[in-house]
């Protein structure tokens, strides 16, 4: 990566080098011990983009190592991160996770599981960037077509998410929480309960009809009549669809719930985003459906909704093992979790790490298997998690936690 032409270079060598630029806009660093990246160099951010830091690196640092930000039983030394970095960076570290028991390595920023392909190769030098590859950070597809709304709506969510120059919807009472649109909209839609994805899809059909009332007619609406409005929207779409629904099969049930295998436990995680972070939600039950126990914590300034189920499932997986329990079948709403988790090839992708101690864990527990399971039949860990934002704001942050590292 590091390597130039030098005098009289063969034509396979120039032509390996002139790809150079397409690698050093994909490739990113695995942190492990942090001994072999430099802080200012490449980038090392476990994060779905790959977005440089924003400190800028004073000259006495520049040959300084990741390793060099952790403390002796490799966490983070918070104390020398803050010295080190902007407030807007120190979270970004902090939310990284490292393991010091591997070297560090190379990942591919544009891929599910962190691996390069002539495809992503090819859409880098088409582009000019990684957004046809992931686009922004929005991956509640699935659940976006499920919602219970009109087909035109849900085309409008889509080109919301999907267009390349990703309309910014007005913050009007706030409505996007301090978050971009991409953020918050896969965080509602994804994440959330089902009311409050349709009443996100009542908002912005309501803020685009008024804009273009404003632009097209010269005519305005009040608030009160914003609202109106967007209540409206919702008990007629809930109206119309609820007979859909039961016609599908819905029988009003939120937990279609199914035994698991004798002496085996049932553990459903669910990990939705806000502004300052992650919650998640643990609720085990037996073989017979009985209650056995739950959990809940926070993961402060985790705002990667993949990430934060991944995290959410290492530590369900540790709680568990804790117990002395084992033979585990964890259920998700997050399909590329499982797909991680049950697949034999090896994760290099930013939370590869986490789904690695996941599968340590694991093997000390006897079976364990991720299923994928829909939100609506993952309400209970969902609800749990939210609970847990509300008291820890109570309570002042007593229930908060950063994700402990990686072993």
Known sequence: MGAQLRGNPSFIWRSILVRQRVLQLGFARHIGDGLDTKIWGWNWLAESTNE???????EHLWEARVNGLLDDQGRWDEGVVCDIFLAVDVKRVLATLVNIHFKDSWRWVGDIRGRYTVKHGYQLLTHGDMQPVEPGSFQAWKALWALLIPPKIKNFLWRCAASPRQPEIEKVDDVQQGRGLLNFMDSTIGSSS??????????????????NDVIWHNKSLSVEEARERIKHLQESWETAYSTTARSAGVTGRTDNWTPSPLNTIKCKIDAPTFATGAGYGAVIRDHGGHFVAAKSGWFEGVSDPYLAEVLAAKEA??????????NCLLETDCLRFCNAFNSRNVDFSYVGLIVKQCLSIANDMGTVKATNVRRIANRVAHELA????????SKGGHLSHRPSPIY
């Not at 540790?318 to 002395?324: D, F, L, M, V």
Request: hydrophobic share 50%; net charge positive.
């Open 52 to 58: 440089p830091l924003s400190t800028l690196c004073a």
């Open 386 to 393: 939210r609970a847990t934002v509300s008291e820890s704001v």
């Open 194 to 211: 089902t009311p409050a994805a349709v009443k996100l899809a009542a908002v912005f059909w309501t803020v685009w009809l008024t804009r």
């Open 317 to 326: 997986l540790a709680w568990i093992q804790t117990q002395g329990r084992s």
